[in-house]
Nanobody
Framework: QVQLQESGGGSVQAGGSLRLSCVTS?????????????MGWFRQAPGKEREAVGT???????TVSESVQDRFSISKDNAKNTLYLQMINLKPEDTAMYSC???????????????????WGQGTKVTVSS
């Protein structure tokens, strides 16, 4: 079972920055499990469906949604088993619950699809005020 724990959310003014972290643990998978994870960041604003922010595959190639790719970036630290989401120039419309997700895979497939992922964190809330 892969467990995910997000942190780093908070309240910021428009134009501000935040870095979200997602620490993982892979009970029962042994060393090296993190490198076999397709991981992603998703967000859900009140009254809206969950949407993909970006993903990063097993070879550390990241894909970020076109809607935020000029402001958001995804990275991971394999030594720390941690996924990051760096957000700059935040806008009020970025206000949402941000969640990280993972799926163990032997391929590089890592699509921007909610239903691809089978492990989810609890989420961290981001509020951007104007």
């Amino acid at each position: 079972q892969v467990q995910l724990q997000e942190s780093g959310g908070g309240s910021v003014q428009a134009g501000g920055s935040l870095r979200l972290s997602c620490v993982t643990s892979g009970d029962g998978y042994g060393d090296g499990y993190f490198e076999r994870l397709c991981m992603g960041w998703f967000r859900q604003a009140p009254g809206k469906e969950r949407e993909a922010v970006g993903t990063i595959d097993t070879l550390d190639s990241a894909t970020v949604s076109e809607s935020v790719q000029d402001r958001f970036s995804i990275s991971k630290d394999n030594a720390k088993n941690t996924l990051y989401l760096q957000m700059i120039n935040l806008k009020p419309e970025d206000t949402a619950m941000y969640s990280c997700a993972a799926r163990m895979t032997w391929s590089r497939s890592c699509p921007l699809q909610v239903d691809f992922f089978d492990h989810w964190g609890q989420g961290t809330k981001v509020t951007v005020s104007s």
